[in-house]
């Protein structure tokens, strides 16, 4: 069985002293909770004084971003040494607001991918389609680029290590989510694929989080579909009770 992961990306939003009442929040609860694989991504501005309040508890620290480079004159940047020194276990590539706004090419994350995986570092990888392509019916060609973009030259056994979101933009903020059926069908074609690139093994490991509006309301559907892992939340992570009761939910699935 595949633990189930809920990770909360922050985005651009908190304050270290923000972050550090949140975390703190969810630490009271959770501290010891094992069931599932809880992640929180604060910005990177908060990674520290996150690190240093969920140290010694079950949560685990994600970033939102790393280059794919180990350091020097790339300014703005940050590597996977100064992530791991603050005990950074996840990081989030190619989400679809990197792609939108900052142009990251799938082979660039690609880089990115391996990177953090050659640094043991766990990436979670976002793919998803717009709004558009949805409606033109190529989710499933867009996806599968993508994916094998994203994923060129990974280890199958990496797959272990490895999370993918299905993130469909559309419902990314917008209150739109996509229903239990329509993410169960593109997660079952996201596995399927992984079967043809890396084998039954790494298909039936990987874990696939759903992300778009997911909320209270409507994770227990989506958190029961097969092929459906966990989370990656936005908006409903930023407050303690709603990101609480997805936690709750995913413990239940
Ligand atoms: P929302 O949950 O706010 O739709 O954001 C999803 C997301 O982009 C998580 O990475």
């Known amino acids: 069985m595949r633990k189930k992961i809920i990770a909360g990306n922050w985005k651009m939003n908190k304050t270290v002293e923000e972050a550090v009442e949140l975390a703190e929040e969810l630490k009271r609860c959770y501290a010891e909770q094992t069931a599932i694989d809880m992640v929180l991504c604060p910005p990177f501005t908060a990674l520290k004084s996150v690190s240093d309040v969920v140290s010694e508890s079950q949560i685990r620290l994600g970033s939102q971003n790393m280059s794919s480079e180990d350091g020097g004159a790339y300014t703005g940047e940050i590597a996977h040494g100064m992530l791991k020194e603050l005990f950074v276990r996840y990081v989030i590539l190619g989400h679809s607001e990197r792609r939108e706004y900052f142009a990251e090419s799938d082979a660039l994350i690609n880089q990115k991918v391996l990177k953090a995986l050659e640094k043991q570092l766990r990436p979670i990888l976002c793919v998803g389609e717009t709004l558009e392509q949805r409606e033109a019916g190529t989710t499933e060609q867009v996806v599968e680029q993508q994916l094998r973009g994203g994923l060129q030259g990974v280890d199958p056994m990496a797959f272990t290590e490895l999370v993918i979101a299905y993130e469909p933009v559309w419902a990314i903020g917008t209150g739109m989510t996509a229903s239990a059926e329509q993410a169960q069908e593109v997660h079952a ?58 936690i709750d939910a995913a413990t239940e699935a």
């Open 189 to 246: 074609f996201i596995r399927g694929l992984v079967r043809e690139l890396a084998g039954t093994e790494a298909a039936n490991a990987v874990r696939i989080q759903y992300g778009g509006s997911m909320k209270p309301a409507n994770a227990a559907e989506l958190l029961a579909q097969p092929d459906i892992d966990g989370g990656l939340i936005g908006g409903a992570a930023l407050d303690a009770s709603s990101f609480g009761a997805l």
